[in-house]
């Protein structure tokens, strides 16, 4: 199983990496210091990774305002100094919490109840964690949306953006239609192809295809002009901007 590691202390880092991958059905992917690569990180191989093991203080804040950024579905494993933290890491995905400085027994035991609930997941929900999704992954090929009284079929391809606006979900269309969809943001996410489909920020996912140019925009942030217009401005968040450069400019 594919593990994130986020450890400003290079030291801890290592020592973590070197327990973790003592069980041999775990490795480090990746070890990161701060909360804007690990959410640029995400943004872009999140779908690789099936746990996070999580530092709360990093070199640029807590931890937890990584959640703020991006929507995280990984179980986190949350490896800290500080006691008081517990309650929140729970309320964000955590399944365990390992106080430093810590023993290589704490950390067996974690990877072994992340184990246990993976494989329980997996029986009673047949739930694919995602970095066992399948290669050749076939993505939603339409959408359905209501007009009224009416169904209609939206092929993805035509979709120029989903967008959340006053807690609905709607769909935009690249000749500039605008319709309901019953369905949320994450499903949605999950449903489109990554290629095409970027999440700029928690309200909106949108496709390349509709995107004309890229703007500078205040704090560092940048601003979309699209072939359509939506209800609110399409802003990519801070520390999405660099993953959503290279997705414009590598295709992924």
Known sequence: MNVLLV???????????????????FIVLRTLDSIAETVSYLAKYG???????????????HSFEIFRHIDVSIPVIFCTAYDE???????NN???????PFEDEEVLNALHKFRQLAERFKRQL???????????????ESFLAQQKDRTIVVFTENIAMFAIEQDIVYLYTLDRKRYPVFKNMDYIT?????HIFFRINRQMLVNRNAIITIQPYFNRKVILELKIKPENQTIVSRLKVTAFKE????GR
Request: glycine share 4%.
């Open 247 to 250: 997705w414009l400019e590598n």
């Open 94 to 100: 955590g399944i365990e919490y390992i106080l430093k």
């Open 190 to 194: 999950n449903a489109c192809d990554p």
């Open 47 to 61: 779908q690789n990774i099936d746990l996070i093991f999580l530092d709360i203080h990093l070199s640029d804040g």
């Open 126 to 140: 047949n739930f694919e964690f995602p970095g066992e999704k399948s290669k050749n992954h076939v993505y939603q």
């Open 85 to 91: 933290y517990a309650l929140k890491a729970i309320r």
């Open 7 to 25: 450890e400003d202390e290079h030291h801890t880092a290592r020592m973590l990496q070197e327990i973790i991958e003592k069980d041999k059905d």
